[in-house]
């Protein structure tokens, strides 16, 4: 009963009718290009950036706590997790980057034309088409999966994704955050005393699997690029290597591509 209430709410909502239009019209919008998601591992600073210019970008959660240190913006950013948008609520309220939100967290973030909410299923399957739904999977990479796919992304590439945490604990935990966070690209990333919820590398690994089947058999790519890293399900090139095959010139100039309506 709580899934059709969940689903219903989704349905019936005003903002939901405007997003699932935005995304609709997304479907292959990029139909035979390639795409970058930036994940959130310290290996994430060893990534020229400046060399992803060009290309279209996926950033993650709070890929904003690099903007002090680098010009480079992505073309969108998604975050799902109710801690994570509550806790970077500011930024996500001033940015004009396109955002991607979970509907269930939409009281965090102002309604307005950049901002795209997403439904999550509790239904673990990828999702070809994510203006009906999308599906969680234990971690906001596989969302960014879903929706390049959902966008005709030919090739994608994950840089950062290193798989490997330095807090130990029981997958799924609520924790409080001690120090610098030495778990993700900026130390400030979960500051002390903010609340996180420790991964579930073994479930992430398996919608990893199902995301690299669906590509598999739509004839695209799906690759890991990260450098070093504990993920090894992937096929692995380099950051370089992918954008050479994928013929991608530099260009000075910002990437970003606005989806409003």
Request: charged share 15%.
């Amino acid at each position: 009963l709580a899934l059709i209430l969940k689903r219903l709410a989704w349905d019936l909502h005003p903002s939901a009718w405007v997003s699932r239009s935005r995304l609709r019209a997304m479907i292959d919008s990029h139909k035979g290009q390639s795409a970058i998601i930036l994940c959130n591992g310290p290996s994430l600073n060893s990534v020229d950036l400046e060399s992803l210019h060009g290309t279209f970008t996926f950033g993650l959660n709070k890929i904003n706590l690099l903007f002090d240190r680098s010009a480079f913006r992505p073309s969108s950013i998604i975050s799902i997790n109710k801690l994570v948008i509550q806790q970077n609520a500011e930024f996500l309220n001033a940015t004009d980057i396109p955002l991607f939100i979970d509907f269930a967290a939409r009281r965090f973030v102002k309604a307005r034309s950049s901002v795209t909410l997403l439904h999550s299923s509790a239904i673990s399957k990828f999702a070809r088409d994510c203006s009906v739904s999308i599906c969680q999977g234990h971690t906001v990479t596989f969302v960014a999966m879903q929706l390049a796919f959902h966008m005709g992304f030919q090739r994608v590439a994950l840089v950062g994704c290193d798989h490997t945490f330095a807090v130990k604990g029981a997958a799924n935990t609520t924790v409080i955050a001690h120090g610098p966070d030495q778990s993700h690209f900026d130390p400030r990333y979960f500051s002390a005393g903010q609340a996180w919820q420790l991964p579930d590398l073994t479930a992430s690994e398996y919608f990893y699997a199902l995301a690299a089947e669906q590509y598999r058999l739509a004839g695209r790519t799906l690759v890991n690029c990260t450098s070093g890293g504990r993920l090894e399900l992937l096929d692995r090139c380099s950051l370089a290597q992918f954008l050479t095959a994928a013929g991608i010139r530099q260009h000075p100039a910002s990437n970003r591509q606005r989806y409003e309506s």
